[in-house]
Nanobody
Framework: VQLQASGGGLVQAGGSLRLSCTVS????????VGWLRQAPGQDREFIGY????????YYADSVKGRFTISRTDAKNTMYLQMNSLKPEDTATYYCATSDGIVPLSPDNYNYWGQGTLVTVSS
């Protein structure tokens, strides 16, 4: 099982970035795939997830209205469009898969990607 996250980088506050996550070696048709992040010195934080079969999405309050999760089913690829970025969004962003119905905690995720660093300058 491999999750490959990419698209991180340095952006100014107010800017945008789009992250991608491609999943291989796992049937995700009945799973949720989520984005989580970890800032230096802090615990991993849930951002949002998509239920692969239906396309249903759910977001943490901290990113609701600014971040959007989407997917390309045929490519097993998920995206995180991040707009109106803030310095407090600086973190390593991870994608991960879950068997849970409502996976709102990092503990609900079992397979993880390696992470991609997003730095938002003020």
């Amino acid at each position: 099982v491999q999750l490959q996250a990419s698209g991180g980088g340095l952006v100014q506050a107010g800017g945008s970035l789009r992250l991608s996550c491609t999943v291989s070696g796992l049937d995700i048709s009945r799973k949720a795939v989520g984005w989580l992040r970890q800032a230096p010195g802090q615990d991993r934080e849930f951002i949002g997830y998509i239920t692969w079969s239906t396309g249903f999405t759910y977001y943490a309050d901290s990113v609701k209205g600014r971040f959007t999760i989407s997917r390309t089913d045929a490519k097993n690829t998920m995206y995180l469009q991040m707009n109106s970025l803030k310095p407090e969004d600086t973190a390593t962003y991870y994608c991960a898969t879950s068997d849970g119905i409502v996976p709102l905690s990092p503990d609900n995720y079992n397979y993880w990607g390696q992470g991609t660093l997003v730095t938002v300058s003020s």
